[in-house]
Nanobody, 119 residues
Framework: QVQLVESGGGLVQPGGSLRLSCAAS????????MSWYRQTPGKERELVAS????????NYTDSVKGRFTISRDNAKNTVYLQMNSLKPEDTAVYYC????????????WGQGTQVTVSS
């Protein structure tokens, strides 16, 4: 059974930092492109950042460039999202996503972790 389990969310003041983690099990982690999405009530889920299966390539939505960093440790089956200089508009539920790099129909989601940026 495939599981993606996020952790690291919480309440932080504007300008602060958080590091999200997503631990994967039940899949060959090194074969998956991993991404972080976020969603606020009434809005569509938004892609925040992605990282290739090897970790060589990353991409970010414009609003987080220079502030967020996605990384992965294939030995630990874990993907991370380091979030710095957080803003109130970063408040959302953050979801981990994995898509097989060859079999695109193999797609999995975590349960989400709440990030709240507020003073």
């Amino acid at each position: 059974q495939v599981q993606l389990v996020e952790s690291g969310g919480g309440l932080v003041q504007p300008g602060g930092s958080l590091r999200l983690s997503c631990a994967a099990s039940g899949l060959t982690f090194s074969m998956y492109t991993m991404s972080w999405y976020r969603q606020t009530p009434g809005k569509e889920r938004e892609l925040v950042a992605s990282i290739s299966s090897s970790g060589a390539f990353t991409n970010y939505t414009d609003s987080v460039k220079g502030r967020f960093t996605i990384s992965r440790d294939n030995a630990k089956n874990t993907v991370y999202l380091q979030m710095n200089s957080l803003k109130p508009e970063d408040t959302a539920v953050y979801y981990c996503n994995g898509v097989h790099k060859l079999i695109r129909s193999l797609k999995y989601w975590g349960q989400g972790t709440q990030v709240t940026v507020s003073s």
